[in-house]
Structure formats: structure tokens, C-alpha cells
């Protein structure tokens, strides 16, 4: 979509309106800035939506990257009555044993960053059937790598669901609610 100056712009997904801010993230790049950290009432709508698209799939576990995913990751689990998700984190902590890592780069971070799975969780998920969830996919980096730590572990990916696909980036399989444009200078 060609970049007009806008600086927001009005989503509607599952029924419910937001106004998001647009942001320059790069020389001719624009995007939409969707967050669902602190918005209850649009993580369970979309969840719900999402929960029922992906009862069809036969799975062990979910598994997003940290840190916009997880309240989705949470409402979801509990929908569809797993007693437990598995959280991608971006760097190495403390309390971690024997952790997995892969490199990442996404639309929305400036360089390279890691993505890391405890070893715990890791052992987890060996050999399981998993689906990956994200708030939005865009040009796949985040997505890639998580698929890129499971295919490390063992893990089988069932399919991959988000609330929001930005742009034509991501060639994918992929469950998502709703497209999202992505800006740019020519449009």
C-alpha cells in the first residue's frame, strides 16, 4: 500500500475496531504497529477465533516466540485445553539449562537477535506435534526460526497460526484472522 503520511491506521478484526499507529521502520517502510500486550478483550476475541480454526488439528503443544505472543499463547492453551505452551525467549537467562539458539531477524528489530528455548522445554517438546503462534507474520524471520528451534529439538509442526498477516512476505502455510498492509514509498 503507498505511503501517504498516514500516521494510523483503523483494523478491524473479529468485529473489534483499533486504531494502530503507522511507524517508519525503515527508509521506504512503514507499518502498522498492532500490539496486543494489555488488550484483554481483542487477545480473547482473536483467540477464540483462532481456537476454533485450530481444534481441527491434532497437536501436543503451542509454541510462539516471546514476548506480543504470549497473552495469546495463554488464552488459546486454555481454550483449547492444553495444560501448558512453550515461550520462545530472545536472549540466554540466567536460569537456563542446556538451552537451544538460533539467530533471528524481523521487520520490527534492528539486527540480529536470538531466539532461545530452555532445555527443559526443549525435552518437552521433543518428538511432539506442535503449532506455532504469533501475533503477526510479516516477512517470516520470527516464524522461521521458531520452526528453525523446533526442527533442532525433534518437534513436528503441525501448522502455524497468527492474528494478523502483514504484507506478502511470508509465502507460507499459515492460519491467520486477517491481512494487514505493509507501507511503502511506491505502494
Not at 141 to 150: D, P
Not at 157 to 165: D, F, H, M, T, Y
Amino acid at each position: 500500500m503507498r505511503y501517504r503520511g498516514e500516521t494510523t491506521y483503523e483494523l478491524t478484526v473479529c468485529g473489534l475496531k483499533r486504531t494502530l499507529p503507522v511507524i517508519q521502520v525503515g527508509p521506504d517502510l512503514w507499518i502498522a504497529s498492532f500490539v496486543m500486550l494489555g488488550d484483554t478483550q481483542l487477545v480473547n476475541v482473536c483467540a477464540r477465533a483462532l481456537a476454533s480454526r485450530l481444534a481441527t488439528y491434532d497437536f501436543d503443544m503451542l509454541v510462539g516466540p516471546e514476548a506480543k505472543a504470549v497473552p495469546l499463547l495463554q488464552s488459546l492453551s486454555t481454550l483449547l485445553g492444553q495444560d501448558r505452551y512453550v515461550v520462545c525467549r530472545k536472549s540466554v537467562k540466567s536460569y537456563m539449562r542446556d538451552p537451544v539458539v538460533v539467530e533471528v531477524q524481523s521487520i520490527t528489530t534492528k539486527g540480529v537477535q536470538t531466539l532461545v528455548l530452555d532445555g527443559p522445554d526443549a525435552e518437552r517438546i521433543r518428538g511432539k506435534r506442535v503449532v506455532i503462534v504469533d501475533d503477526v507474520v510479516s516477512t517470516g524471520g520470527s516464524m522461521r526460526a521458531v520452526e528453525n528451534l523446533m526442527e533442532k529439538v525433534g518437534a513436528k509442526i503441525v501448522c502455524r497460526a497468527a492474528v494478523l498477516k502483514e504484507g506478502s512476505g511470508f509465502s507460507g502455510d499459515l492460519i491467520y484472522l486477517q491481512d494487514l498492509p505493509i507501507f511503502t514509498r511506491e505502494g
